[in-house]
């Protein structure tokens, strides 16, 4: 099976020959670390840790232009609404002829992003922000929903556009919602402000054939994932977790086959001690890859603090289990 063949089974709880693994985003400056650490100057990091190959769409769902101030009347929104035209060709990546053609006989894994979640649309980047917003949640709501409203019948449009040209295994919705205690708002306030104002996105993943609809949350958003459901979300993605608060083995419990996963290793315990890296690894992966709808993955990004042989050991134990 190829790559993509082996994710659309996955998901289907289908017969596989292997579970999928996809790479951790292991960057040029871990590399130069990990040379230090014993990984030879002339090793192909791609061919000493194999993968199935993914690759993510990233449209520009930014105003064009960006404003530098929070909108705070009617006649902002209605400059907004301009400002996110979906008919923009520099929306899409400068080669985007020549990627639909190599997209065309593809076997690898193909993601469209198409939200950057309910925080990162209304502009909050820090505290303050974060501040500001819960002020307009609560004394301008309707002011709120016309903002979430605007971004996703925009967005709906831009990647409707898109997929008349290409062809995608899943969609990814991004939201950074919570920190380690929990969601930051209500599951009732989500599904007011973000989730309503998803649905001509999906409409149009629907009409498309999207299947896979992801959600990549950060930290813990376990409170809002029932109602993510309600809303066609079927896979979810938690990254940089409390494992304890957002552990796997309890989400497949909670929620079913209906939810597949994606991640779920916690990058802490392959910081650790070798020990520490063979509990995590089998607690998780095999009860997981058993049951299916389950592909194996460390629940963040790989950075400089990871040594090598910690990294290689892990990858070694991932192997034993998914036959990579």
């Known amino acids: 099976m190829n790559s993509r063949e082996r994710f659309e089974k996955t998901m289907e709880y289908g017969a596989i020959d292997r579970v999928p693994y996809f790479e951790e985003g292991i960057r040029e400056e871990v590399l130069k670390v ?28 930014d105003p064009h232009p960006q404003p ?3 909108l705070s009347s009617e006649e902002e929104l209605e400059r907004l609404r301009k400002n996110l035209n979906p008919n923009d060709g520099s929306r899409f990546p400068d080669d985007w002829e020549k990627r639909i053609k190599k997209w065309r006989n593809r076997d690898h894994v193909l993601m469209l992003r198409v939200h950057r979640g309910l925080f990162q649309s209304l502009g909050i980047e820090d505290w303050k922000r974060f501040e500001e917003v819960m002020y307009y949640f609560a004394d301008q709501p309707d002011f709120i929903r016309e903002y979430m409203q605007i971004y996703g019948e925009f967005i709906a449009e831009l990647i409707a556009r898109a997929l008349q040209d290409v062809e995608v295994d899943a969609a990814i919705f991004s939201e950074p919602i919570g920190g380690n205690h929990g969601s930051l708002i209500s599951p009732a306030m989500y599904e007011e402000f973000a989730l309503t104002n998803y649905m001509p996105i999906m409409k149009i993943l629907k009409e498309k054939g999207v299947r ?27 990254c940089e977790v409390n494992i304890e608060s957002m552990d796997y083995r309890d989400l497949r419990r909670d929620f079913g086959r209906d939810l597949r996963l994606i991640g779920g290793i916690d990058l802490d315990a ?38 090598f042989e910690n990294y290689r050991y892990y990858r070694k134990l991932i192997s034993q289990f998914i036959e990579i």
């Open 34 to 61: 990990w040379r230090k650490q014993g990984f030879g100057a002339d090793e192909n990091i791609s061919e000493l840790f194999p993968t199935d190959i993914r690759e993510e769409i990233r449209l520009d769902l």
């Open 68 to 70: 530098n101030y929070w």
């Open 212 to 238: 896979w609809i992801i959600v990549r949350t950060y930290a813990n958003a376990k409170v809002l994932i029932p109602i993510m459901m309600e809303y066609s979300f079927n896979c979810l993605w938690a």
């Open 270 to 307: 392959l910081r650790g001690e070798k020990s520490e890296i063979k509990n995590e690894v089998e607690k998780i992966v095999p009860p997981l890859v058993a049951d299916g709808g389950y592909i194996p993955l460390a629940d963040g990004r790989v950075r400089e603090d990871m040594p």
